[in-house]
């Protein structure tokens, strides 16, 4: 089914609303136009209208390249540093599980949240970035 069709869990629904809401006020904040702010991103004003609207046909790099031109900081994180560090840590921790393990979870998700290796990762030490 095209995700256009396929309805949207509520909280990917809602964190969508959210990013589309953000952008729009963070255009809103620095006095872009619409028009203007569609050109920075490289995309119409049609699918621009389509992000502030929250619809989830429209490329998640599209909402990223818009949230990083409007200074809205993604994952919790506000600079190009910190998201290389977070990246770095998602690596060594997927890295300290055994082979099996991080072939079958890669397969599943490739976007894997470190929070969700609590189970697998009880008694290791995982260090500090």
């Given at each position: 089914?095209?995700?256009a069709n396929r309805p949207l869990s509520p909280i990917a629904r809602?964190?969508?609303?959210?990013l589309g809401s953000?952008?729009?006020?963070?255009?809103l904040r620095k006095g872009w136009s619409r028009e203007m702010l569609a050109e920075r991103i490289g995309?119409?004003?049609?699918?621009?209208?389509r992000v502030?609207?929250?619809e989830p046909g429209v490329?998640?790099?599209t909402y990223f390249e818009a949230a990083a031109l409007l200074d809205i900081p993604l994952f919790g994180q506000d600079s190009t540093r910190a998201l290389d560090q977070e990246l770095a840590r998602q690596r060594e921790l997927l890295a300290l599980l055994p082979t099996r393990i991080q072939r079958r979870l890669l397969?599943?998700?490739p976007f894997l949240n470190p929070y969700c290796l609590?189970?697998?990762?009880?008694?290791v030490a995982i260090p500090d970035l």
């Amino acid at each position: 089914m095209p995700l256009a069709n396929r309805p949207l869990s509520p909280i990917a629904r809602q964190a969508l609303r959210l990013l589309g809401s953000l952008i729009e006020e963070g255009r809103l904040r620095k006095g872009w136009s619409r028009e203007m702010l569609a050109e920075r991103i490289g995309v119409g004003a049609l699918t621009l209208r389509r992000v502030i609207r929250s619809e989830p046909g429209v490329a998640i790099g599209t909402y990223f390249e818009a949230a990083a031109l409007l200074d809205i900081p993604l994952f919790g994180q506000d600079s190009t540093r910190a998201l290389d560090q977070e990246l770095a840590r998602q690596r060594e921790l997927l890295a300290l599980l055994p082979t099996r393990i991080q072939r079958r979870l890669l397969w599943r998700r490739p976007f894997l949240n470190p929070y969700c290796l609590e189970g697998y990762l009880d008694g290791v030490a995982i260090p500090d970035l």
